[in-house]
């Protein structure tokens, strides 16, 4: 069977049976090998495991075969005759409790973020920024939360970053130097990530990491599942979007120490897109994460084809190992192949490197912690055969499963609220019409004409209009008069003068 016995999950046969202790299970993990080698079924056969012993699980799905963990399996004689020679007595299938994500909402359940909690860190490896980009999306982060502008989504984060731009001048002074080429950078960058689908991550409602450690009515743990086949063209969002999951728990998540078994086990696939390129600052907050995590009761698992992909600092951690085979045809494999072996316990009855080379389909190299939490001497392996489904769901299974989801209806629908995008534009309108009114206070109108006003009269309240017609007409005749007062003396004298001089 594929419960959980005696608090383990058995794994395959060796020598011995080869069993992963749940009470170890948060001591993490990692699943390698070459394309097409197992490493889909072992992290399928553990994901069974900790399901029946009602640990939560959460995994991407890459090529779209987990999602098979929802039905259940159909005898094939190859199956039968792996649970036969390994001694699996009592083999049957059996589906398993799944909640189907993906952060596009397609094939599961919307998964979302707010952008203030992704945070500047995370948003700037995401955004693929330099050190100097990187200080002025830190200044927009400080001056949202400094304003009481909320951070939601990728219009948001946009507004911000043009208010700091406006506000350039004055924070230079105050933060340094912000600069509007960085500026222009950050915001081209926010728009290569809406083509690569960006803004679905990026909104309301965010999601509650505790529907990721939901048990079924039968007490068995649920396993989440995130479409991750279309993901996987926007390696960036895909890589730092588990980090965020990662850290998000860490964060939220009370100590517990070591409890009998995990509150939830972390499957990341495809580990390498975490590392590639990675800042040194995010591979110091990867290699935290991963070693005080086990204290909140969550297991981590990386799934990788090349055990150099993951750096020495974390790898380090990772208790339990579970080794297909490796390709050698280029130096760089050779070295991988070389690397892999020396990081078990030896077995002097076992040419490792050799092994490793020489492993079939569903065959590994195992090495799991003991009793003492001492790694066990790495054993050649069978693995066990699956109970659920090899393979796909159907779509139609999957929308039959979403709709009987226990999270149905709680993200199917995106909230838009009023946030800093919101916020930001009406300041901006206030402005503008403060403006409007300080411009036209200097004037009053007349029909079609804007006359500007007598001096000292700004402010005053206006006269009616018959008044104001005849304080005009006075204006005039006295206008007039002073006229005629200063040249009537001068055409008399004229006149004088003339007469005088015939």
């Known amino acids: 069977m594929s419960e959980a016995q005696d608090g383990a999950i058995f794994v395959g046969t060796s020598v ?50 987990l999602s098979g963990l929802a039905e259940k399996g159909v005898s094939k004689p190859f199956l039968e005759e792996r649970a036969q020679k390994i001694g699996l007595e009592g083999y049957s299938y059996q589906a398993f409790p799944v909640i189907f994500w993906d952060l596009f909402g397609e094939q599961g359940h919307p998964i979302r973020a707010t952008v203030e909690d992704m945070g500047p860190l995370l948003t700037s490896r995401l955004l693929e920024l330099n050190d100097v980009q990187d200080g002025v999306l830190n200044i927009a982060f400080r001056i949202a939360a400094d304003d009481k502008l909320p951070l939601v989504d990728l219009k948001d984060l946009r507004a911000i970053i043009a ?10 002074k105050k933060y340094g130097n912000v600069s509007k080429s960085s500026v222009g950078a950050i915001q ?77 086990v972390f499957f990341f696939d495809e580990a390498h897109l975490l590392f590639d390129e990675a800042p040194k600052a995010l591979l110091s907050r990867i290699e935290q994460v991963t070693r005080l995590i086990r204290s909140k009761g969550v297991g981590v698992y990386f799934i990788t084809q090349n055990p150099l992909d993951v750096p020495n600092t974390v790898s380090g951690q990772l208790g339990n190992r579970i080794q297909h085979a490796l390709r050698a045809f280029t130096p760089h494999e050779q070295k991988a192949v070389k690397a892999a072996a020396e990081t078990f316990r030896p077995n002097p009855e076992l040419n490792v490197e050799r092994a490793i080379l020489e492993l079939g389909v569903g065959e590994a190299l195992v090495s799991l912690l003991e009793k003492k939490g001492e790694p066990s001497i790495v ?41 800093a995008h919101e916020k930001l534009n009406e300041r901006s309108e206030q402005g503008a019409s403060a403006d409007a009114a300080g411009d036209e206070a200097g004037y009053e109108r007349h029909g079609e004409f804007r006359i500007p006003k007598a001096p000292g009269t700004e402010g005053r309240g206006r006269a009616p209009a018959t008044q104001r017609r005849d304080s005009m007409a006075d204006a005039f005749g006295k206008s007039i008069a002073r006229s005629l007062g200063s040249a009537i003396p001068r055409i008399l004298e004229r006149i004088l003068r003339g007469r005088l001089g015939r």
């Open 379 to 419: 054993q050649r392996t069978l693995i066990r055969p699956p109970a659920s489904r090899l393979g796909p769901v159907t779509p139609e299974e999957r929308r039959q499963n979403m709709q009987s989801s226990p999270v149905r209806d709680v993200y199917d629908k995106g909230v838009d609220r009023h946030s």
């Open 16 to 65: 011995k049976r080869e069993q992963l202790l749940l009470r170890l299970a948060n001591r993490h993990g990692l699943i390698t090998g070459a394309t097409g080698t197992g490493k889909t079924v072992s992290l399928q056969i553990l994901a069974e495991g900790f399901s029946n012993a009602g640990v939560p699980v959460f995994a991407a799905d890459i090529k779209g075969d």
């Open 163 to 172: 208010h700091v731009a406006e506000r350039a001048d004055e924070l230079t």
């Open 188 to 264: 081209r960058r926010l728009l290569v990530l809406e083509q690569q689908a960006g803004e679905h991550f990026f909104g309301e409602p965010a999601l509650d990491i505790t529907d990721f450690m939901r048990t079924a009515p039968d007490g068995r743990g649920y396993i989440s599942i995130l479409a991750a086949d279309r993901l996987m063209s926007s390696p960036q969002l895909y890589g730092t979007f588990l980090l965020w999951l990662l850290s998000t728990l860490f964060g939220k998540l009370p100590e517990v120490g070591d409890p009998d078994k995990p509150k939830l």
